[in-house]
């Protein structure tokens, strides 16, 4: 067991999987009290159980995010109690991410999509930052993308709604900043894990030819990074947007 996030408490929404599953687990280990939040009960407790087996404290908090204020109210209500009276991390990493082009997106998917990336972490933002501010610290950790920024011809949809949480973060930096709560982003590269071949398929791999790591990353790559700029030793850190994409975004190795 680690102590870095010792004595706080956070809540990780879509925390039964992937990198919030990570991010989760590596919280519990460093000593924070943790939240999960998910949809799958079942998954939800195998994530819980797991903290507590390594030594950790961890509660499942169900939650469908729809993007309604009223449910991200409940979410924020129920998180609360579960972990005490407070939430000092919030991690805004629940997202879907749907197949399809422009032209193949309808209504419904888009509004969707905008509904659990982007509508659902602003409501729980608004709901807990204020008290985080009032209390005069805390952190809010939102999950990006580099597909934001180096576009693909696939993905319109969901790289916008990873655009607008970039954009949020340096918004709410600004907005909560001055009292106390830090806003910072982290934008993953390709992360595999066996429970997501099926979904990247052969392709993903070509996503990550030419960059300095050459190969897909894994979601504790994700969650190292979710530690940092939780813990008090991120204090000066403000408003930024965290590659860990193994240089997909910034650096391009060429063969001789």
Not at 34 to 58: H, Q
Not at 226 to 247: K, R, S
């Amino acid at each position: 067991m680690g102590t870095r996030l010792a004595g706080k408490t956070a809540l990780v929404t879509g925390g039964t999987s992937n990198i919030g599953r990570a991010i989760a687990e590596r919280y519990g280990a460093e000593g924070a009290f943790v939240a999960v939040s998910g949809r799958d009960a079942t998954r939800g407790a195998e994530v819980v159980d797991g903290i507590v087996a390594a030594g950790g404290r961890a509660v499942f908090v169900p939650a469908d995010l729809d993007g309604s204020e009223e449910g991200a109210r409940a979410l924020a209500d129920a998180a609360t109690a579960a972990l005490g009276g407070r939430i000092d991390v919030l991690v805004n990493n629940a997202g879907i991410f749907p197949a399809g082009t422009t032209t193949t997106t309808d209504g419904a998917t888009f509004d969707r999509v905008y509904a659990v990336n982007v509508k659902s972490p602003f409501f729980l933002t608004a709901t807990i930052a204020p008290a985080m501010a009032e209390r005069g610290s805390g952190a809010i950790i939102n999950l990006g993308s580099w597909i934001a920024r180096l576009a693909v011809p696939s993905g319109a949809l969901y790289s916008s709604t990873k655009g607008a949480m970039e954009t949020l973060t340096r918004a709410w930096s600004a907005e909560f900043g001055p009292r106390g709560v830090r806003v910072n982003a982290i934008s993953p590269g390709v992360v595999r894990t066996a429970a997501s071949d099926a979904e990247l398929g052969d392709g993903a791999a070509v996503m990550m030819h030419g960059t300095p790591a050459g190969t897909f990353g894994p979601p504790e790559a994700i969650a190292d990074a979710a530690v940092y700029l939780a813990d008090d030793g991120a204090a000066f850190v403000h408003g930024i947007v965290l590659d860990v994409d193994g240089g997909r975004m910034n650096v391009a190795v060429v063969a001789a």
